[in-house]
């Protein structure tokens, strides 16, 4: 009699566990499929980037001296740069400006200036790769310096 009552309880036991076992699948495949309603899969669209269009060359009006006086060149939008003015960099489209070591393209570059910053106008103009080139210190940090093409630059009160 122990013996049965024995084994009707291990029976009863292993009934018990497998519809635990049971119940616990049953509730995590519930979970997951209410988990993926919150989390909606994500739909990524590829935007294509836009394309630069090149900008026109001006030809200075003035081409500087041998000698490297300072003079007044009519830059790309109509206003002659003069050292000690204060010029802005635009039309990069973003791309900013190279300042280099040296006039010339195959200066090495030292800082990479970002549209619309503001520069002092300390030397210049030099003639150099086909470009007029200005000497430019930013106002915020001396350590911030380099020649750069007149193309993108534009006199600032």
Known sequence: ??????????????IVAC?????????????R???????????VEIIPAPTLTPSPVPTPSIVPQAGGDSLPISS??????????????Y????DGLRLRANPG???QIL?????????????????ASGYVWWYLVAPYDENVKGWAVENYLRVVD
């Open 1 to 14: 009699m122990v013996k049965s009552n024995l084994l009707w309880g291990l029976l009863g036991a292993v």
């Open 19 to 31: 519809c635990l076992g049971f119940g616990v699948i049953v509730l995590a495949r519930g979970a």
């Open 33 to 43: 499929a209410t988990s993926s309603a919150l989390y909606p899969t994500a739909i």
């Open 76 to 89: 790309s939008n109509g206003d002659a740069i003069h050292v000690g003015d204060s010029v802005q960099i």
């Open 91 to 94: 039309g990069t489209q973003g």
């Open 105 to 107: 393209l195959e200066g």
């Open 111 to 127: 800082f990479l200036a970002y549209e619309g910053e503001i520069f002092q106008v300390e030397d210049g103009p030099r003639q």
